[in-house]
């Protein structure tokens, strides 16, 4: 089993800059792809951004140019910097991660999931 902690959630204004942070432990060799999610009150929960193990990159277009996504294997830590910050970006951020080599971006396809952290933006 791998457990996903987030961190790094809070209230910033509008035009301001966050970085969440999720620490995998247990089984974490069986990690390859880490990623992070979002869901806003009354909608699904949307694909941000995923890395893999080695470094490649994916985002969701409308996040790219804004968000970074970034890992440090050593300590088992996936990071998300988000710049340039919208209200629309208030939501709650979920931390992800599956065993396999392939970008997904369906939350279906993650084998393990954090409990989120709140990311609030206002204007």
């Known amino acids: 089993q791998v457990q996903l902690v987030e961190s790094g959630g809070g209230l910033v204004q509008a035009g301001g800059s966050l970085r969440l942070a999720c620490t995998a432990s247990?089984?974490?060799?069986?990690?390859?792809?880490m990623g992070w999610f979002r869901q806003a009150p009354g909608k699904e929960r949307e694909f941000v951004a995923a890395i893999t193990r080695a470094g490649s990159t994916n985002y969701a277009d409308s996040k790219k140019g804004r968000f970074t996504i970034s890992r440090d294997n050593a300590k088992n830590t996936v990071y998300l910097q988000m710049n340039s910050l919208k209200p629309e970006d208030t939501a709650v951020y979920y931390c992800?991660?599956?065993?396999?080599?392939?970008?997904?971006?369906?939350?279906?396809?993650?084998?393990?999931w954090g409990q989120g952290t709140q990311v609030t933006v206002s204007s």
């Open positions: 247990g089984h974490t060799f069986s990690i390859n792809v």
């Open positions: 992800a991660a599956r065993g396999g080599s392939n970008f997904y971006i369906a939350a279906y396809k993650y084998d393990y």
